[in-house]
């Protein structure tokens, strides 16, 4: 069975400790290949290879970095097909979605970054003929990027990407349950002639191996997409050492439908916002907001469209929702279905397991599931569920949405449809949100500050945020 090692030091190693841990085909409940149990004797050999590549890669030029970062990228175009198909077994989303948008997005990181940074500046602050201040930003040292198992490649490379550009070397370590195209990342990396130690990417498990670079204390960054408890640990941990964090977390986002709106492009983009990748994206829309005129004409015909998405195998084209990423997580998301249930929620539609034939019956699947009649307040409506499950309610004024809105302790991504352009704008500074998508939902520029406000996260990715924050400012005043 192929194993998937550990990079390190511009080599595919395996674990120190020889140990492996099953990794999962969801679609078929299967073991399909095994990954890395590393632990902190691994990321100590890959914190040491990173150390020593630093002072040559931090001295490399921005335009030679840029070249590199540009062959990785054409590297991932090249590799399309191959890197699709492994993240969809991986993973489970569907062939067609990993193929559109995951992995050219991922080739899009690396390409962004490898760009901007051939232009990013800094600062200077003239004091009239006194004296001439300006701000060197220069790369940190070792950073550790820890990403979730939801987009693998595409939240992954988005966080190295930014680290590399500026100068950083980096020990990553991608989630466990879905290893593989991190692993095929590595054996681009070496192809394109990445210089050894400057990335090094160590599978394992989080208590371990998250644990072991959370923790050390030659990684003074930590750059982090995952669950709001797992990013507290890590604040915990970090917070005493002093470390620069960068946390990524969870949302319970609020999809706002106003009676104003383009109905049928409505219906159709919240759909599309419930429901892409299993409903396992943290942008995902999951508490929907509808004006009570519009309620029961949104109602069904939003359920009508949800009941024509086609649950199945994930490599065949027609399929609409693919499987959950693990065991674990579909036992969690039946959890919450039940608990809506007690909690007094009608199932509009779905509610549970999908029957999936042939080589997929041992999957994990979940119809996609809409609830009515729950209290803005109940548990269902406030903790993230990170599965294909909606709610719908009801709401009578904008005063009162925006209530409901920010009754949450989330605040990474809004959804807001109306015609109304003065309303688009109030409602959108009202939020408590660090994205507010207006008439769409998941449009990305990435130049844009990406994160979240209150429990969704601390500080921002996206553009010159990610390359200042990979970098260390330092003002120099000179007299004149
Ligand atoms: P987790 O928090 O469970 O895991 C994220 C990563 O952290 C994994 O690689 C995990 O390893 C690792 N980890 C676990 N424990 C520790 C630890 N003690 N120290 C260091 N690292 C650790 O999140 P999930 O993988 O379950 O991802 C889903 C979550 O990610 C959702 O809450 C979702 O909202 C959020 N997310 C946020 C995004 C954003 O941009 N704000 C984007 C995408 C997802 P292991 O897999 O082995 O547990």
């Known amino acids: ?89 991986d993973q489970g989303k569907p062939l067609w979605l990993a193929k559109n948008g995951e992995i050219p997005r991922a080739q899009a990181n690396i390409h962004f970054f490898g760009t901007a940074i051939e232009h990013f500046a800094s600062e200077a602050h003239p004091m009239g003929n006194h004296a001439l201040n300006y701000t060197l930003r220069t790369p940190i040292g070792v950073v550790a990027c820890i990403s979730p198992w939801n987009l693998p490649l595409y939240l992954f490379t988005w966080k190295i990407a930014p680290a590399l550009a500026a100068g950083n070397c980096v020990v990553a370590k991608p989630s466990e349950v879905t290893p593989m195209t991190a692993f095929l990342f590595s054996k681009i990396c070496i192809e394109a002639g990445l210089p050894k130690g400057v990335l090094n990417i160590v599978h394992g498990l989080g208590p371990k191996v998250g644990a072991a670079l959370t923790s050390h204390p030659n990684i003074p960054v930590i750059s982090f997409t995952g669950g709001t408890k797992t990013g507290a640990e890590i604040a915990r941990v970090a917070a005493p050492m ?26 159709k983009e919240s759909v599309r916002a419930s429901f892409t990748n299993q409903g396992e994206i943290c942008l995902c829309g999951s508490r929907i907001y509808i004006e009570a005129s519009i309620y029961e004409k949104f109602k069904s015909a939003f359920v009508e469209e949800v009941k024509k998405l086609k649950v199945g195998d994930p490599l065949l084209p027609q399929t609409k929702v693919g499987a959950i990423a693990s065991q674990l997580h579909y036992d969690k998301i039946l959890g919450y279905i039940d608990l809506a249930k007690e909690e007094g929620g009608t199932i509009l539609c779905g509610g549970k397991t999908a029957a999936v034939e042939e080589r997929c019956k041992d999957g994990f699947f979940i119809e996609p599931t809409v609830i009515e009649g729950l209290n803005h307040l109940c548990r269902t409506n406030q903790e993230e569920i990170f599965g294909p499950v909606v709610t719908l309610q009801k709401f009578e004024t904008e005063e009162e949405v925006i209530e409901f809105a920010n009754s949450n302790n989330y605040g990474l991504a809004c959804i807001l449809f109306t015609e109304n352009l003065t309303r688009a704008h109030r409602v959108a500074a009202a939020v408590k949100s660090g994205i507010v998508w207006v008439n769409c939902w998941l449009l990305r520029d990435l130049r844009t500050p990406f994160g979240g406000m209150k429990q969704s996260g601390v500080g921002r990715e996206g553009g010159w945020e990610a390359l200042r924050f990979f970098t260390e400012p330092k003002n120099v005043c000179i007299k004149l």
Not at 19 to 32: C, L, Q, R, V
Not at 252 to 259: Q, T
């Open 1 to 89: 069975m192929q194993k998937i090692l550990n990079y390190i030091n511009g080599e595919l190693v395996a674990p120190i400790s020889d140990s492996y841990i099953e990794n999962i085909d969801p679609s078929t409940g299967k073991i399909y290949s095994l990954c890395a149990d590393s632990d902190d004797h691994d990321v100590a050999l890959a914190t040491d290879a990173a150390l020593a590549a630093f002072p040559a890669w931090s001295n490399t030029s921005s335009s030679d970095r840029s070249k590199v970062m540009l062959k990785i990228a054409a590297l991932i175009e090249e590799n399309l097909e191959a890197l699709a198909l492994a993240e969809s077994i």
């Open 242 to 267: 002093f470390k620069k964090l960068s946390l990524e977390l969870g949302g319970k986002n609020p999809n706002i439908i106003f009676a104003d709106c383009d109905f049928e492009k409505t219906v």
